[in-house]
């Protein structure tokens, strides 16, 4: 394993999706979001293709034009993406109305641009509205969670699973599972308290959430540890964020009161495969056992639960 962290590449590219029926204008659109650094997932020229095209490989965003051809328009287009999908909108339009602004306003719009676009404003846009949306998303994940502890329920952590395991299956898309434990909490418990605990923990999250990709989930669950899942997302990869997860470390300090408490991690790491035939539950739980192992072999690194190919439940351990 690579542990040089500058080999780590962090920054995983955003998909985006482009649905405008004239060809030339979205080839072009195409053109300057690969120029910064996107991933184009494909273009659709109505609304009916913008939701197959969702269907089959989700992306972080859509780019939407108001006006395009088929029985619905870019509005109607947006709201059932939202509603099915949860994925955010930014609108491109010719000209601008007060009746679609309220309109754009109730379909999942996060942002609202005239034609033709400039790259340093489309760029600038596009960040808002993921970072708003994942505010949003992160509130909305609180409602399956105990109050000041920021511990997610497992209810709500199974029937996540239940929709990454089902779109992973559908697309035949991978998802990297990150199991992370904090070395140093039983100290943090002994010496300052459940309310160090939490706020130990809370500070953790709040730095993955920051460091890691718009769809990936981050949850502390009841046994003290930090689940990720990161879709899409292959071991080799899920393996590289997990040793820049632990590198990252070296410069995370928590303030408790007028404390500072320097954490380390141990984590787990595994990877689901609806091919392989093992279900995401029991994936999650290889990779909480790797975690455990990691702590018990001195924390402060990764463990990865390698299968050999011969057979999906034979399993090799790679430190």
Same mark, same amino acid.
């Given at each position: ?25 979205? &080839? ?17 020229? +109505? ?10 490989? $989700? $992306? ?14 870019? =509005? ?5 993406? %939202?509603? +099915? ?24 719009? %996060?942002?609202? #641009?005239?034609? $033709? !676009?400039? $790259?340093?404003?489309?760029?600038? #846009? =596009? ?9 949003? #998303? ?17 209810? %709500? =952590?199974?029937?996540? #699973? ?26 943090? &418990?002994?010496?300052?308290? @459940? ?33 990720? @899942? /990161? ?7 899920? !393996? ?6 632990? %590198? ?10 007028? &404390?500072?408490?320097?954490?380390? @991690?141990? /984590? ?20 909480a056992a790797k975690s455990i192992q990691a702590q018990q072999n001195g924390g402060n690194r990764v463990v990865v639960k390698l299968r050999c190919?011969? +057979? ?8």
């Amino acid at each position: 394993m690579d542990n040089n962290p500058e080999s780590v590449n962090q920054d995983v590219q955003t998909s985006i999706l482009i649905v405008e029926d004239e060809l030339l204008v979205a &080839r072009q659109l195409a053109k300057k979001l690969s120029q910064l650094g996107y991933k184009i997932t494909g273009i659709a020229s +109505s609304g009916q293709a913008a939701l197959m095209a969702v269907f089959q490989d $989700p $992306p972080d965003l859509v780019l939407m034009d108001i006006v395009i051809k088929g029985e619905i328009d870019g =509005i109607e287009t947006a709201r059932r993406i %939202y509603e +099915s999908s949860k994925i955010p909108t930014i609108f491109l339009t010719a000209y601008c109305n007060e009746e679609l602004v309220n309109r754009a306003q109730v379909a999942g719009c %996060y942002g609202y #641009m005239i034609k $033709p !676009t400039k $790259p340093p404003e489309l760029n600038a #846009m =596009i960040k808002v509205a993921l970072n708003k949306h994942r505010d949003y #998303m992160n509130l909305s994940s609180q409602e399956g969670q105990e109050t000041n502890t920021g511990i997610t329920t497992q209810e %709500y =952590i199974q029937k996540r #699973m239940a929709v990454e395991e089902a779109r992973a299956n559908r697309n035949r898309q991978h998802i990297g599972i990150i199991i992370l434990v904090i070395d140093q909490l039983d100290l943090v &418990r002994k010496t300052y308290g @459940f309310e160090a605990e939490n706020v130990v923990f809370n500070q953790v999250l709040v730095h993955l959430n920051n460091v890691l990709r718009q769809t990936d989930f981050v949850y502390r669950n009841e046994n003290d540890q930090i689940l990720i @899942f /990161l879709p899409d997302c292959s071991l080799d990869n899920a !393996t590289n964020i997990a040793e820049k997860i632990r %590198y990252d470390t070296y410069d995370l300090v928590v303030k408790y009161n007028d &404390r500072q408490i320097w954490v380390s @991690f141990s /984590l787990g790491v595994d990877c689901y495969s609806g091919s392989e035939k093992i279900p995401l539950e029991e994936v999650i739980e290889l990779a909480a056992a790797k975690s455990i192992q990691a702590q018990q072999n001195g924390g402060n690194r990764v463990v990865v639960k390698l299968r050999c190919h011969h +057979s999906p439940h034979s399993l090799d351990d790679k430190p």
